[in-house]
């Protein structure tokens, strides 16, 4: 199993970055593909999910700003990031969930948003 996580780096406030989590060796059929962050001293925390029937959820501090889509066949999930903020700055997780409650994590990629 693995999740190729990819995007990140490093952006003025204001800008854009677009994260990238391809997802292979799964057997499972997947149900939720999501996005978590942690900035240094802070708590894991959920940025956005999608399930596979496209209803997704995102954390307040994140709508208007952030879109998540996915790519069923590809098993890859999208995570469009615009407006960035400094408090955007945090290590990107993707995460998956199969239907039998399995839970897979990406190895993270470094989001770096200056003022």
């Known amino acids: 199993v693995q999740l190729q996580a990819s995007g990140g780096g490093l952006v003025q406030a204001g800008g854009s970055l677009r994260l990238s989590c391809a997802a292979s060796?799964?057997?499972?059929?997947?149900?939720?593909m999501g996005w978590y962050r942690q900035a240094p001293g802070k708590e894991r925390e959920l940025v956005a999910h999608?399930?596979?029937?496209?209803?997704?959820r995102y954390a307040d501090s994140v709508k208007g700003r952030f879109t998540i889509s996915r790519d069923g066949a590809k098993n890859t999930a999208y995570l469009q990031m615009s407006s960035l903020k400094p408090e955007d700055t945090a290590v990107y997780y993707c995460?998956?969930?199969?239907?039998?409650?399995?839970?897979?994590w990406g190895q993270g990629t470094q989001v770096t948003v200056s003022s």
């Open positions: 060796g799964i057997i499972d059929s997947i149900n939720l």
């Open positions: 995460k998956v969930s199969t239907y039998r409650n399995r839970d897979y």
């Open positions: 999608i399930f596979s029937s496209g209803s997704t």
